[in-house]
């Protein structure tokens, strides 16, 4: 059978493309993007290295361990991954989140770091994928964007100010930002002057590669000039710190730990981890996807992240995330598909097999250097004040968990966005925003506003509650629907409520508050109909024991224009002198349909 033929079948069968819709994507592979493919590649794992290795130091593990996080991890994210140019693999925040949970834990043992380490990154993939399961893709959108802004460039400025004893050659003995800082002028009373010289040498060779030519990989050129001057030198023999020995080749097997208690400590931090990583992930990925022309799924890039944390773990790495660096490097030399990850992976991959050795003379200022510098592309106070002048109420938001990492750490601050995003959210649920709708010159139903491009409806009040209503924001709707109702210069004969945006589901709160709203309604001699969701809501009310469709009952209709219409021609039976007639019969909205007519 032509292979042609196989491919398509196989990329056809909907569960297959569910599970592996990466693989799928480059079972339909196109010869002609190979080149640009490639050279992407090449860019990819240029900016990946020195990265890698920096964000290993920073994670407080082996400096081949954020080769090991960026291996398995690509290759996961090619095969179960909806983006097309997103780059996995570490990242600041996420590895700023581990080293804070995991060091204090670790008590200064390396091996039971890495282990914590390993253990965090297994239980954010676990989180990851439970939320996956339940379609918990919608959490994209749950920390805003304001909130995001504080948090990323709080982590910035903690990483800072953590590598400027790397860069300066002294041990912080405080834990705390504010206490670090506090004593700063003690502490670069400390500072090793041969440390202080190869980060700026490495910092020299990164700003020179940048002015010669923007398209180069400055951080690996530098970390490449500062690795040779290390092993030129000897800087080792002047007291500065390098990476040491790394081992090549395949990982030895590590078990995380298993440890209850431990364990226990790190279940909420990986969920904080699990949502701060998918949410900046799928801010990078839906910006490409956007501006490629095509769409992602939340659900599944929350499972592929998960999967692709396991494999970290499994594989003796830690936690990663979406690159947006390395993501852009890709974008912009043409990377066309996830085969990208792939070669990225395998280059990466050569370099841990045979080109270790070079690694150990790799000096720790020289990565303190890098990092700072990737945190600089996170810190953007310009988006915070620009907030001040569009959003009052985001531009707190933003200050308050921007402050919040600084002065309680970087967990904290992380659980208080979570809170900050979960209290916007049923703010905006409980007290949501509620409109009057009129009819427009051309007859068309709109809301009233100050534009007088609608007018309202004598006699009517047709209302618009915008949010689903619960058992929580039941009374608020209640409340708000009198005030509207009180305030009208002319009697409301009739309320049409807007029943499609507001009744979303079965609430035996709300129901019971229909039920005493329409009966006070009715002894101020104002009728009240329900306006959309009509089979729907006639079951609740039966469900309820609500009645329907009759004199003194209340009133559902199929949509808003049938429900004015409707209360129009049972006025207009008043004035012939037919409502008696309307409220004997058995099913009064057919008598009065044929009474019209």
């Not at 020299?204 to 092993?231: D, E, H, K, N």
């Not at 924001?473 to 109702?485: D, G, P, T």
Request: charged residues 15%; proline residues 4%.
């Amino acid at each position: 059978m032509d292979s042609k033929v196989i491919f398509s079948a196989i990329t056809q069968n909907s569960r297959f493309s569910q599970w592996f819709p990466g693989l799928a994507g480059l079972l339909q592979y196109q010869r002609d993007w190979l080149k640009d493919d490639l050279r992407a590649a090449l860019s990819v794992t240029a900016v990946a290295l020195p990265v890698a290795i920096a964000y290993a130091q920073l994670t407080g593990v082996n400096a081949v361990a954020g080769l090991y996080a960026c291996i398995l991890p690509m290759l996961a994210y090619a095969l179960f991954g909806t983006s097309k140019q997103l780059i996995v693999g570490p990242d600041a925040a996420t590895c700023a989140v581990i080293a804070a949970v995991v060091t204090p834990l670790a008590g200064g043992d390396a091996v039971r770091q890495w282990q914590l380490v390993m253990t965090m990154t297994l239980l954010t993939g676990f989180w990851c994928l439970l939320a996956s399961r339940f379609s918990f893709g919608v959490l994209a959108e749950f920390l805003s964007k304001p909130i995001l802004i504080g948090l990323l460039n709080g982590v910035a400025i903690t990483i800072i100010v953590g590598q400027v004893a790397n860069i300066c050659g002294f041990t912080y003995t405080d834990r705390y930002l504010l206490e670090r800082l506090y004593h700063s002028v003690e502490y670069l009373q400390l500072t090793h002057l041969p440390t202080l010289g190869v980060a700026l040498v490495t910092l020299g060779i990164f700003l020179l590669c940048r002015w010669l030519s923007p398209q180069w990989p400055a951080a690996m050129v530098a970390i490449a000039g500062a690795t040779l001057l290390s092993w030129l030198l000897n800087v080792a023999h002047y007291g500065v710190d390098v990476v040491g020995e790394t081992k090549s080749g395949i990982p030895e097997f590590q078990s995380p730990v298993f440890d209850l208690g431990l364990i226990r400590e790190l279940v909420m931090p990986a969920l904080n981890l699990a949502m701060v990583s998918f949410i900046s992930m799928m801010l990078t990925a839906r910006s490409f996807a956007a501006k490629n022309g095509y769409d992602i799924d939340a659900d599944k890039e929350f499972r592929a992240l998960g999967i692709a944390n396991i494999a970290a773990a499994i594989s003796q790495g830690f936690a990663i995330s979406g690159a947006d660096s390395r993501t852009a490097v890709n974008d912009a030399n043409g990377g066309k598909s996830q085969l990208v990850s792939v070669f990225s992976a395998l280059m990466i991959l050569l370099v841990v097999l045979f080109f270790t050795a070079p690694l150990q003379f790799i000096p720790a200022p020289a990565l303190g250097i890098v990092l700072v510098i990737a945190s600089l592309s996170l810190i953007d106070f310009h988006a915070v004040w620009s907030l001040r002048k569009r959003d009052n109420g985001a531009f707190t938001l933003a200050t308050i968990t921007l402050f919040a990492v600084l002065f309680i750490g970087i967990i904290p601050g992380i659980t208080l966005a979570v809170l900050l995003g979960l209290f916007q959210f049923i703010r905006l649920v409980m007290r949501p925003s509620d409109q009057l709708l009129g009819i427009s010159q051309k007859g068309i139903l709109r809301s009233l506003d100050k534009t007088d491009k609608a007018k309202p409806i004598p006699g009517i009040l047709i209302y618009r509650f915008n949010s689903p209503l619960t058992y929580f924001n039941a009374v608020y709707f209640k409340r708000q629907l009198l005030h509207r109702i009180t305030e009208q210069e002319t009697p409301v004969e009739c309320v049409v409520v807007d029943a499609v945006s507001c009744f979303s589901h079965m609430d035996i709160s709300v129901m019971s508050m229909i039920d005493e709203l329409q009966k006070q309604l009715r002894k101020q001699g104002v009728n009240l109909i329900l306006a959309g969701r009509k089979r729907e809501l006639i079951k609740w009310c039966e469900m309820a024991g609500i009645k329907t469709g009759g004199e003194g009952r209340l009133t559902i209709r199929s949509d808003l224009t049938m429900a004015v219409r409707m209360h129009q021609n049972y006025k207009q039976a008043l004035q012939q002198g037919i409502a008696p007639q309307l409220r004997r019969s058995e099913d009064p909205d057919q008598a009065l349909t044929h009474a019209i007519l």
